[in-house]
Nanobody, 126 residues
Framework: QLQLVESGGGLVQPGGSLRVSCAASGVSLDDYTIGWFRQAPGKEREGVSCITRSYGSRYYGDSVKGRFTISRDNANNTVWLQMNSLKREDTAVYYC???????????????????WGQGTQVTVSS
């Protein structure tokens, strides 16, 4: 059974950087596409980025494109989300999720993922 644990969240000033991690245990991440989602209070869970299992293709939502970078290290069963030039509107709980589903494009919606971490809080505030 795959288990995901996020870490690295915290409080950062606007314009600052933060890197959140998603560590997997139980099985290898080799066969999983990994997605990062975020959910702010009163809002729906939003797809931020994902990296595919086969070729490591990357997707970024429009709101984070050019500022966030997703990467993975299958040997260490870890995926990272590097977040630069953070804005107040990036404040949310960030979740990583995993899926083996084969989709036509990038899996962008929560229902497309089978495994979830518990989330890590990212707060951007001065």
């Amino acid at each position: 059974q795959l288990q995901l644990v996020e870490s690295g969240g915290g409080l950062v000033q606007p314009g600052g950087s933060l890197r959140v991690s998603c560590a997997a245990s139980g099985v290898s991440l080799d066969d999983y596409t990994i997605g990062w989602f975020r959910q702010a209070p009163g809002k729906e869970r939003e797809g931020v980025s994902c990296i595919t299992r086969s070729y490591g293709s990357r997707y970024y939502g429009d709101s984070v494109k050019g500022r966030f970078t997703i990467s993975r290290d299958n040997a260490n069963n870890t995926v990272w989300l590097q977040m630069n030039s953070l804005k107040r509107e990036d404040t949310a709980v960030y979740y990583c999720a995993a899926t083996t589903k084969v989709t036509l494009g990038f899996p962008l919606f929560p229902y497309e993922y089978d495994y979830w971490g518990q989330g890590t809080q990212v707060t951007v505030s001065s």
